[in-house]
């Protein structure tokens, strides 16, 4: 589904995305992993629009993608899941989700002017596919709450959640594990699973927790120093001497 080929991402002097090149499969769970500083994040940034690349393309079905902003990508079905922004903390959890569509398209500000009798029904059919979302999640009892008062793993759930609002057919995760309690990120993880096999979602995830990694995803890339040093099987990986090498140095 995605290709990234020979991808440079140089701030100043600094490779910090050093000629990678991934491929990641029409559904697959593929994972990302390497030490701290390896370039994940900005390899992520660079495929899901949010930095331009400084030599390199990515394609997706094989149409050339490079560069295109996150709002293009979005139509394409490729989405990278973002933290919850603080301006969204005092509304609850079901509008946070309903918010989703609306505001990628801008649409439903067209609509409110233009077709004003369409809405409450637009807007019926959005809460229920919203609550849908929720039950899919089990945090349906979280509907009514506030965004901003639930704990970090509920925020992550929330984060995937939104993903699911719209037609999504490749989402990104960067640490949607981190700091997150063992219980919800096995619930992360089973939501992850469900979507992938029940809704053909193909994910790529960055995440540092090998547990969750060698559970979810094959195949595994490995990346240190911007550049990829490894790919396979999570268990091949594990004993891959350049691998142990990388994360012992650092
Ligand atoms: P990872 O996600 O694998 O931990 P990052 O992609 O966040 O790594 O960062 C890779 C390297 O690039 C790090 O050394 C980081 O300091 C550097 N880096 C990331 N973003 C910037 C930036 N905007 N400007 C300068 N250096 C950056
Ligand atoms: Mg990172």
Not at 122 to 144: C, G, M, S, W, Y
Not at 163 to 169: C, E, L, P
Not at 175 to 204: K, Q, S
């Amino acid at each position: 589904m995605i290709r990234v080929d020979s991808l440079h991402k140089h701030f100043g002097g600094f490779r910090a995305v050093d000629g990678a090149s991934i491929e990641i499969e029409t559904g697959s769970i593929t994972g990302l992993i390497g030490p701290n500083g390896a370039g994940k994040s900005t390899l992520f940034n660079v495929i899901a629009g949010v930095l331009p690349p400084t030599s390199g393309t990515v394609t997706m079905d094989g149409e050339d993608i490079t560069g295109l902003p996150p709002h293009e990508l979005f139509h394409k079905g490729l989405l990278r899941t973002f933290q919850i922004a603080h301006e969204f903390s005092s509304m609850t959890v079901r509008e946070n989700l309903m918010m989703v569509p609306a505001r990628q398209t801008g649409e439903r500000l067209w609509n409110a002017w233009f077709k004003r009798g369409r809405v409450a029904e637009e807007e019926r059919a959005l809460a229920q596919k919203a609550d849908e979302v929720l039950d899919f999640l089990t945090i349906d009892h979280l509907a009514e709450e506030k965004a901003g008062n639930l704990s970090g793993g509920q925020k992550k759930l929330l984060e995937l959640g939104r993903t699911m609002m719209v037609d999504a057919k490749i989402v990104f995760l960067d640490e949607v594990g981190a700091g997150v309690n063992r219980t919800l990120l096995n619930t992360i993880g089973d939501a992850i699973v469900r979507l992938n096999r029940e809704r053909g979602y193909t994910f790529c995830l960055i995440e540092h927790d090998m547990d969750f990694i060698a559970r979810l995803c094959d195949p595994v890339i490995v990346m240190a120093e911007g550049k990829v040093l490894a790919q396979g099987p999570a268990d091949h990986i594990m004993e891959n001497e350049a691998v142990i090498e990388a994360y012992l140095g650092t």
